[in-house]
């Protein structure tokens, strides 16, 4: 797993590429709670990411959790298909939103 970041205005942006899954949930936790303090919105940008398990849904919710606490913002984007039944169990989509493009997501979050 790779995770690469954008900042968009005062949206940072986590572009998602490979698997994320028990042996790299830790990484995006440790990333986020790096940067977390300097932003207000974030995008999770899942549109490479190949592979997902609980452990790595887990490390996602543990960051949108972060997020609700601190009254900040966030939004899930590029869910592939494969991975949809993940997200879809998880009933995550009542807590977060979730759009297609990263561009969706800036927008949504720019209007909030």
Partial sequence: MAISLDQKDEIL???????????????????????????????????????????????IINCLKKCMDFKK???????????????KISKIHNIVSIVDTVEDAILDLKKS
């Fill in 73 to 87: 913002n966030a939004i899930i984007s590029g869910v592939k298909k494969d991975n949809e039944i993940l997200f």
């Fill in 13 to 59: 942006v986590f572009k998602i590429t490979g698997n994320l899954d028990s042996f790299t949930a830790n990484d995006l936790k440790k990333k986020f709670e790096d940067v977390f303090i300097n932003f207000n919105s974030f995008v999770f940008d899942l549109s490479n990411m190949n592979n997902i398990n609980s452990t790595g849904l887990g490390g």
